[in-house]
């Protein structure tokens, strides 16, 4: 909380909370739409799946034919109660559907059906790292509402198609203050506020499929000034995206103040072939709306013991969960946060410890080697190669000297590739078995010692560094199965 304070105080006294670019602070506020999980639709039984032939979804209801009524999902007023479990949010007891009216070829009713005055879920934060630094992002609300349909321009010449299977779909839209000082921030509370919607299953967070839509609020002003006028750069559908966009925006307004224009609010799109963003239609306020409660739905009422019931079947989250490796593994804070960006990760580094990993060492090689190479992979936890038994099996072996790091790295190369699938089979057939032999050994550090002798010079006039030269030239020289550490002391005790 004192954090959440200080930014605001600071923000109040014009103190900037983030880094200058050319001089300004940037301003980020977002607004998130997050589809919720459910089979059919906020107020009818249409189906909400992907992929179905346009039009074919959309229901008596969604079209508002005359006579219809809308009927509130309950699976869908669930989803909302657990994001403001999971955030730390207000649900509130008695809340009103509104209508937003607004006309777009794809919005069949003339308007949507949202929540203004009263929403469902009041307030929270959002937790997150940025790099090592943790940062924290207040909610202003999340509420309930339905999307409209999709208006088709690709297929047509000369004219636009409707398709209005989205019409009606459940969405809530997540509402932050202004609290992100970068682009860095703002990709990383998106990422973070993703992770919690598919953590607690209310979203599957495809957002190339348009389940999670991000709009991002930009503004820049000099540190002391009041806060610029902003743009919004609407469904934003990429981590990668996001960041191109809101760079390219700060930049263009910087550069628009530069040379003595002014920023006028505008809703803006991202172009992702150009990477620039170019305005689409004047920014509404919520008076353009005309907003008023929604005479077909009576106020949302939520009994506690609804709230106590859907309580008790939330998931571990990952702040919890983070909590937890820190406290019972030792493992950093930074490292916790790592290992809980998704359930999956989760899983697997629990597997892995429960089979006998040392944590530590387990969390190493997860956020280490695994990350590096999923990453270039493009893959997820759940299709690697190397299963979390495997894994246990082989920190093991590093962990009773069976296996120096050279050598593990080659056995997770085997594993990887499909090369083995025993960790111990892998050791035997490629002999990597650690140097027991000391005659050897010793033979080996005679060798180097002699054809290095301007770094032995070096370490006998006092230079560490020139030690470590000589190290890399014995586990070189012994294919890595030397031991490093008895490979030091024995140099120094050759060398003394």
Not at 15 to 44: C, D, N
Not at 381 to 398: G, M, S, T
């Given at each position: 909380m004192s954090e959440t304070v200080n930014t605001?105080?600071?923000?109040?006294?014009?103190?900037?909370?983030?880094?200058?670019?050319?001089?300004?602070?940037?301003?980020?506020?977002?607004?998130?739409?997050?589809?919720?999980?459910?089979?059919?639709?906020?107020?009818?039984?249409?189906?909400?799946?992907?992929?179905?032939e346009p039009n074919t979804q959309a229901c008596a209801v969604d079209l508002a034919l005359p006579g219809t009524l809308p009927v509130m999902n309950k699976g869908a007023v669930e989803r909302a109660i657990k994001l403001g479990l999971a955030l730390g949010s207000h649900i509130a007891p008695r809340s009103v559907f509104a209508r937003k009216n607004y006309f777009y070829p794809d919005l069949p009713k003339g308007y949507q059906i949202s929540q203004f005055e009263i929403p469902v879920v009041q307030g929270g934060a959002v937790s997150f790292f940025v790099g090592e630094e943790q940062k924290t992002v207040r909610l202003v609300r999340a509420h309930l509402e339905e999307d409209a349909g999709k208006s088709l321009h690709e297929d047509f010449v000369g004219q636009s198609g409707i398709d209005l299977n989205r019409a009606g779909t459940p969405l809530l839209e997540i509402v932050t203050e202004p609290d992100m000082r970068s682009t860095a921030e703002a990709v990383a509370y998106a990422k973070e506020l993703h992770k919690i919607v598919t953590w607690i299953s209310i979203c599957d967070g495809n957002m190339q499929e348009g389940s999670f839509r991000c709009d991002a609020n930009v503004s820049v002003r000099r540190p002391g000034e009041k806060l610029g006028t902003r743009r919004e750069i609407k469904n934003l559908n990429s981590f990668k995206h996001m960041q191109q966009a809101i760079d390219y925006e700060i930049r263009w307004q910087i550069d628009e103040i530069e040379d003595g224009r002014k920023i006028e609010q505008a809703t803006v799109l991202f172009n992702e072939g150009t990477g620039e963003t170019r305005a689409m239609r004047a920014k509404e306020d919520s008076a353009d709306y005309r907003y008023f409660p929604d005479p077909d739905l009576p106020p949302l009422v939520i009994a506690s013991d609804w709230i106590e019931r859907v309580k008790a079947a939330m998931p571990e989250l990952p702040r919890?969960?983070?909590?937890?490796?820190?406290?019972d593994h030792g493992l950093s804070e930074y490292d916790a946060a790592q290992l809980t960006q998704s359930a999956a990760l989760a899983g697997y580094f629990d597997e892995a410890v429960n089979a006998g990993a040392t944590p530590k060492l387990a969390s190493n090689w997860i956020t280490g080697e695994m990350a590096r190479r999923l990453?270039?992979?493009?893959?997820?936890?759940?299709?690697?190669?190397?299963?979390?038994?495997?894994?246990?099996?082989?920190?093991?072996?590093?962990?009773?000297?069976?296996?120096?790091?050279?050598a593990a790295r080659q056995v997770f190369e085997a594993l990887w590739t499909g090369e083995g699938s025993d960790v111990d089979a892998i050791i035997e057939a490629k002999d990597l078995k650690p140097m027991n032999d000391t005659g050897a050994l010793d033979k080996i550090l005679d060798e180097v010692i002699a054809k290095n002798a301007k770094n032995v010079e070096e370490y006998r006039g006092g230079k560490e560094k020139a030690l470590n030269a000589l190290v890399g030239q014995v586990m070189k020289a012994s294919g890595g199965k030397a031991n490093p550490a008895q490979v030091t002391e024995l140099l120094k005790a050759k060398l003394a």
């Open positions: 605001f105080e600071a923000q109040q006294q014009g103190r900037p909370t983030g880094p200058l670019v050319r001089g300004y602070e940037v301003i980020i506020g977002f607004e998130t739409h997050a589809q919720l999980s459910t089979a059919s639709k906020i107020f009818s039984r249409a189906s909400t799946a992907f992929g179905a919890a969960m983070a909590e937890r490796y820190v406290r990453n270039a992979a493009e893959i997820g936890i759940e299709a690697a190669p190397v299963k979390a038994q495997q894994l246990a099996q082989l920190v093991k072996r590093i962990v009773d000297g069976t296996l120096p790091n050279n």
